[in-house]
């Protein structure tokens, strides 16, 4: 029997064991998914403090309880290891290492090269290598075949090969591994088969495409038109601002059809480890193939845009109390990208924090999320949103709609609010409040509607 065949039975009565390359966001949700159908799942990742973590039966994704990871490390279905030389026990294994941006903003694919290596170092006959990580159309096939194959094993004989895009949507609780349809294209028709068949364990709905380029273009698609809806919905924030309207109102009257309309909210721009990224990607690629991808670009431009729109909304704010930004104490609600999550990756908000102080702005931020955070150079505490603080600052800016933060009450005690989100509710405001776009909405001052420290 060939190897590959002998992994199609392995796949068929789940003896196969998987590995799982890179237990962050996207890995340690697979991995746990995997072990809890059954299958036998080794855990690899470079940070030995996850590992530990892991062994311990602890959880650093929010997304994956505790219980569940010691469950399966009790049962021997899940192990974590920083131990390499394990891949070769391994007969399907996933690459699911970060993919950044450099500097000058290309695509940095120096993570997935060491995975790629880890693999060969250990590749034997009868392995399928499927690439998780976001990427440029025609990587799978021509950045991680070539060291594949100058094993001396052939992709779609002896090894398989896949691109399979994540999908996983941290803080989502309607949508998770099992329910989210999974696209898989392999390089060749057998590696695409035996990649659906080993996915189809924990996926309820698996798509095969013709390639593992057209998989990644799919993800690209995808994320690039979320990027794009949003920059869109951005300008036609700061439209709305030049002729006088909330953006919100417009949105909300306009998603009232009910086909051929699809609602994105404006806000302070684009963050995480994905949207803001990988439409980059495409772009690089394209650039290469002598080809501007402009509604990529100009998306990043708009987006990229925001977090000064948003600063400039403060200033313009405060000068209307007769006050400057230079001077002024702002305190930043929420550092996380996006509501609920404790991830800071390319927030907008750190750009704001960053705007605000480049004005001469005391700064300082709140998140029940995030103790504290790194960027631009400098470490930020995280402080309350009690009374007493929220009455020793100028303004505040909501960049983050945490779903954990008392609203009603912000909106009663703050002086003065810039809200990028939408999140504080205007019958409740004491002071002024300044939508992301058109005119102020003046409170009267009123008794807090809930006891200090309570939630919406
Ligand atoms: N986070 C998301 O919501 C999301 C969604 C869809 C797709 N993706 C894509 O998935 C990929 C991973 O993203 P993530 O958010 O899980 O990143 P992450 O930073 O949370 O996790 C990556 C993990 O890989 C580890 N790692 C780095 N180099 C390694 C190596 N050589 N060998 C083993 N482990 C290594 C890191 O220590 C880290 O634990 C990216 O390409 C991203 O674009 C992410």
């Not at 391994?90 to 940095?108: E, F």
């Not at 028709?189 to 309820?204: C, G, Q």
């Not at 690209?220 to 979320?226: A, D, I, K, P, S």
Request: proline content about 6%.
């Amino acid at each position: 029997m060939d190897a590959l065949k002998t992994l199609e039975t392995k796949i068929r009565d789940r003896s196969c064991t998987y590995g799982v390359i890179g237990l962050g966001y996207v890995g340690l949700p697979l991995a746990v998914a995997f072990a809890q159908r059954g299958v036998k799942v080794i855990g690899f990742d470079v940070d030995a403090s996850k590992i530990a973590a892991l062994a311990a039966g602890r959880s650093y994704i929010p997304d994956v309880p505790a219980a569940e990871v010691a469950t399966e490390v009790k049962a021997g279905r899940f192990t974590a290891t920083t131990d390499f030389g394990r891949l070769g026990d391994c007969d399907v294994i996933s690459i699911c290492v970060p993919t950044p941006l450099s500097k000058s903003r290309d695509p940095d694919v120096s993570f997935v090269a060491a995975a790629t290596e880890s693999v060969v170092r250990t590749l034997r006959p009868g392995q399928l290598v499927v690439l998780e990580s976001t990427t440029y159309p025609g990587m799978t096939e021509e950045f991680l075949r070539p060291p594949m194959e100058k094993t001396g094993l052939v992709v779609g004989r002896d090894v398989g090969l896949a691109f399979s895009p994540e999908r996983v949507d941290p803080g989502n609780a309607k949508y998770g591994i099992k329910n989210t349809p999974k696209v898989v294209g392999g390089v060749g028709a057998r590696s695409t088969k035996l990649s659906a068949d080993f996915y189809r364990i924990a996926v309820e709905t698996v798509v095969e495409v013709s390639s593992a380029a057209a998989a990644e273009m799919a993800k690209l698609l995808e994320n690039t038109f979320r990027s794009v809806n949003i920059a869109l919905v951005n300008e036609v924030a700061i439209m709305c601002d030049r002729l006088g309207l909330d953006v919100r109102e417009v949105v909300g009257a306009a998603a009232t059809k009910p086909f051929g309309f699809m609602a994105f909210q404006a806000g302070p721009g684009t963050g995480g480890h994905c949207i803001p990224l990988d439409p980059l990607y495409l772009s690089w690629k394209l650039r290469t193939l002598e080809y501007r991808a402009r509604f990529v670009e100009l998306a990043d431009d708009v987006n990229l845009s925001m977090p000064r729109y948003v600063v400039s909304r403060v200033a313009t704010a405060l000068n209307e109390e007769r006050r400057a930004l230079k001077g002024s104490r702002v305190l930043v609600l929420g550092v996380a990208y996006k509501r609920d999550v404790d991830d800071t990756r390319e927030s907008p908000s750190l750009e704001i924090l960053r705007h605000l102080e480049e004005g001469g702005a005391e700064v300082a931020y709140a998140d029940p999320y995030v103790a504290e955070v790194t960027a631009h150079g400098r470490t930020y505490k995280g402080v309350g949103t009690d009374d007493a603080t929220l009455a020793g600052f100028d303004a505040v800016v909501v960049a983050t709609d945490h779903r954990a933060f008392p609203w009603d009450r912000i909106a009663a005690k703050a002086r003065l609010i810039v809200d990028s989100r939408g999140a504080v509710p205007r019958e409740h405001v004491g002071g002024t409040l300044w939508p992301l776009s058109g005119p102020p909405v003046h409170g009267v001052a009123k008794p807090a509607p809930k006891p200090a420290g309570a939630a919406r």
